[in-house]
């Protein structure tokens, strides 16, 4: 039995180099799932229309583009003052002190 010699290109392919200059030949984003959703629902919707309605496609899409609310970050100690909160860097005063 021959087995095929083809290779697949990985999304998430190992990264080249390192650190802040990490870089990935292709990232897959929400928008191109969300495009490719869509191209799917439209074409398979010929073939099965009684159950690929606009409510199932809602709900589907809503299970597969959802995101979960980010958790709030903590803000550390202040190096001047330990016994306080330092403020958070989008803070437009602490941005206007960095500068």
Same mark, same amino acid.
């Given at each position: 039995?021959?087995?095929?010699?083809?290779?697949?290109?990985? +999304?998430?392919?190992?990264?080249?180099?390192?650190?802040?200059?990490? &870089?990935? #030949?292709?990232? +897959?984003?929400?928008?191109? =799932? &969300?495009?490719?959703? #869509? &191209?799917?629902?439209?074409?398979?919707?010929?073939?099965? @229309?009684?159950?690929?309605? #606009?409510?199932?496609? #809602? %709900?589907?899409?809503? =299970?597969?583009? %959802?995101?979960?609310?980010?958790?709030?970050? %903590? +803000?550390?100690?202040?190096?001047?003052? @330990?016994?306080?909160?330092?403020?958070?860097?989008?803070? @437009? %005063? &602490?941005?206007?002190?960095?500068?």
């Amino acid at each position: 039995m021959r087995r095929s010699t083809t290779v697949c290109k990985q +999304v998430r392919g190992l990264a080249h180099g390192s650190g802040v200059k990490a &870089a990935y #030949d292709f990232y +897959v984003t929400r928008e191109m =799932i &969300a495009e490719e959703f #869509d &191209a799917l629902w439209e074409k398979q919707r010929t073939f099965h @229309p009684e159950r690929l309605h #606009d409510q199932a496609r #809602d %709900s589907l899409g809503e =299970i597969l583009l %959802s995101q979960r609310p980010l958790k709030p970050s %903590s +803000v550390g100690k202040c190096w001047l003052e @330990p016994t306080e909160k330092r403020a958070p860097l989008a803070l @437009p %005063s &602490a941005q206007r002190f960095r500068l």
